[in-house]
């Protein structure tokens, strides 16, 4: 057990456009996720805590109208990329901890998509 | 802040060489994960260590969690190339962050044929 998954793997839009990225647990409830940016041979930057039901938590720096978050189920949180620029080019990785079985802390993690802006 | 610091940043070995990755805190924590992830791919949990002094294996690599929980190593023996990736360890951040992690900055490790 405790898949995630994320959709797409990879899409490419035009500078301006919005993007949504889907994550979902697929065999477990979710009440957190996270949201990752990572750049290439570098380390998992922390976007946002996505909570079920109430507003997302965002890491210092990271623009919150710019990247919004959704976790409208126990099972699925969106990120949605708005007003796409190049520089938001990127891989992004979204988690999920096991509701009441992440006694460390544990994350699950989907299998990323590949951002381009054009 | 808890910092996890990762040495080396960068390993290349050949097949059937031993390789150890370290993970060093100045912080103790109450357990450190580590994972491993792949090219293109989100990364993938490998243990959880919990125990100061604990020792645990899974197949070819064996994870350690120092006496005052401060550091961990991982050693994988007669290495493939399919352990090929980028080894991340992690750890509970501060208190008041349910859940969250932080991450060490990760050794990429490639293993040629």
């Known amino acids: 057990g405790a898949v995630v998954s994320q959709h797409p793997s990879r899409v490419i839009c035009k500078s301006g456009t919005s993007v949504k990225i889907e994550c979902r647990s697929l065999?477990?409830?979710?009440?957190?996720m996270f949201w990752y940016r990572q750049f290439p041979k570098k380390s998992l930057m922390l976007m946002a805590t996505?909570?079920?039901?109430?507003?997302?938590?965002?890491e210092q720096g990271v623009e919150k109208d710019k990247f919004l978050i959704n976790h409208a189920s126990l099972t699925l949180s969106t990120l949605t990329v708005t007003s796409a620029h190049p520089e938001d080019s990127s891989f992004y990785i979204c988690?999920?901890?096991?509701?009441?079985?992440?006694?460390?802390?544990?994350?699950?993690f989907g299998p990323g998509t590949r951002l381009t802006v054009l | 802040t808890q910092l996890l610091e990762q040495s080396p940043q960068f390993l290349s070995i050949q097949e059937g060489e031993n390789l150890t990755v370290y993970c060093n805190s100045s912080s103790v924590f109450s357990s450190l994960q580590w994972y491993r992830q792949e090219p293109g791919e989100g990364p993938v949990l490998l243990v959880t260590v919990v125990t100061g002094g604990e020792v645990k294996k899974l197949k070819r690599l064996t994870f350690q969690f120092g006496d005052a929980r401060k550091d961990s190593s991982l050693h994988i023996t007669a290495a493939q190339p399919g352990d090929t990736g980028l080894y991340l360890c992690?750890?509970?951040?501060?208190?008041?962050?349910?859940?969250?992690?932080?991450f060490g900055a990760g050794t990429q490790v490639v293993v040629t044929p």
């Open positions: 996505s909570n079920e039901g109430s507003k997302a938590t965002y």
């Open positions: 988690s999920a901890n096991r509701l009441a079985k992440s006694l460390y802390n544990e994350q699950f």
């Open positions: 992690a750890g509970p951040a501060l208190r008041g962050s349910w859940g969250k992690l932080q």
């Open positions: 065999d477990f409830q979710a009440t957190t």
